[in-house]
């Protein structure tokens, strides 16, 4: 079973702050670097890191080249990621002295994907595959709908969440994989607990996924309810964390484990990458969840 991710693909610019700036500051940073990362571009190494076959499709510009080079290194499938005369998407990071982040976003070349070249890459799939998409460049509607009519399993971790995924034809979608602050917006519900039963009620044939932070994550599939605690971590960085999580919890489905299995999985796998800086370069390998166990 092929994945396929079509999703951003940025350059990280993160500075090192005591605390996230507020409104009219102007605060100075202890350190900054630049890293790998975009929600696209770290689930396909977490996928890929986890065994999974995994392809990623999307557009860059010239001067993301490396980041292509990094996913090639890692053994992602990149003949569908294009390059075009525009700006690799960026994100501008600040992180503080606790490891908790504020992103900004400039979707650049993640913003150029055309109806054509979406069907185009979804052509080379068959029934059965998996398609995998984030809230992080355009089109995302138009591919939920041309994934499901093809039969593919469609997953969607909507991030960032916006007003945009309300216009989503979400009844298409095959598994949620969100955090709480995203299933408290999808659902209106405060509880987990509620957020999982709401999922179930408006959306009959999904799955879903939360992650819950220290508190673990959950899911709920064909009316089932399954928890998962989280492992201890020292964190440095939360970035990238939760796409960890959605890569290894989605190649170890694929690769046919129990959800108590991809969930434990997953949750190691995260809890391995917050205690890491960046997020491309935080994502471990299943080796390296395998000796934490
Ligand atoms: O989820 C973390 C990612 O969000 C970062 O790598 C950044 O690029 C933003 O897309």
Not at 178 to 186: A, T
């Amino acid at each position: 079973m092929k994945i396929l991710n079509f999703g951003s693909v940025n350059i990280d610019y993160v500075f090192h702050v005591g605390e996230i700036a507020r409104p009219g500051q102007t605060i100075s940073s202890m350190a900054s670097e630049r890293y790998p990362g975009g929600k696209g571009f770290n689930q396909s190494l977490a996928l890929s890191r986890a065994g999974a076959e995994t392809f990623h499709a999307g557009t860059i510009g010239p001067d993301g080249l490396w980041l292509r080079r990094m996913l090639d290194e890692a053994g992602v499938d990149c003949t569908a990621l294009r390059t075009v005369p525009a700006g690799t998407g960026s994100a501008f990071i600040q992180i503080d002295a606790g490891g908790q982040n504020c992103i900004v976003l400039n979707g650049g070349a993640n913003h150029e994907n055309t109806r054509a070249f979406c069907e185009e890459t979804l052509e080379r799939f068959s029934p059965g595959d998996i398609l995998l998409l984030q809230n992080e460049i355009n089109e995302v509607g138009g591919l939920i709908d041309l994934g499901s009519r093809q039969g593919m399993t469609v997953v969607l971790n909507p991030s960032p969440m916006n007003q945009d995924i309300f216009s989503y034809d979400l009844s298409r979608i095959d598994w949620f994989i969100m955090n709480e602050d995203e299933g408290q917006r999808l659902t209106g519900q405060e509880d987990p607990e509620n957020i999982l039963t709401h999922m179930t009620k408006k959306y009959p044939r999904s799955s879903t996924v939360l992650t819950l932070g220290e508190a673990g994550a959950a899911a709920v599939c064909q009316g089932r309810i399954f928890a998962q605690k989280a492992f201890p971590a020292k964190v440095v960085d939360t970035t990238g964390a939760g796409d960890t999580f959605t890569g290894f919890f989605l190649a170890r489905l694929a690769a046919g484990d129990g959800i108590p299995a991809c969930l434990e999985t997953a949750s190691l796998a995260a809890s391995i990458a917050v205690s890491r800086m960046g997020a491309g370069p935080s994502i471990p390998t299943l080796e390296d969840v395998r000796a934490r166990r």
